[in-house]
């Protein structure tokens, strides 16, 4: 899923990006920066972001 999917998705659920991630225990700002592609999510904290909203799989890690 990409970061607009991802947007849309939640927009549908009636939810900001800052409820899910604290519904999530994610920071807001990594969460933002993964959707955005600013940081692309391939290790750490940043994998779990992706994994979580979708936008990557569990093994996907470079």
């Given at each position: 899923?990409?970061?607009?999917?991802?947007?849309?998705?939640?927009?549908?659920?009636?939810?900001?990006?800052?409820?899910?991630?604290?519904?999530?225990?994610?920071?807001?700002?990594?969460v933002s920066?993964?959707?955005?592609?600013?940081?692309?999510?391939?290790?750490?904290k940043g994998?779990?972001?992706?994994?979580?909203?979708?936008?990557?799989?569990?093994?996907?890690?470079i």
């Open positions: 899923m990409t970061g607009d999917q991802v947007k849309r998705k939640l927009r549908q659920q009636g939810k900001t990006l800052r409820q899910w991630a604290q519904e999530n225990d994610f920071d807001y700002i990594l920066r993964i959707i955005r592609g600013v940081q692309k999510g391939n290790f750490g994998h779990e972001v992706a994994v979580a909203l979708g936008m990557k799989q569990e093994s996907e890690t």
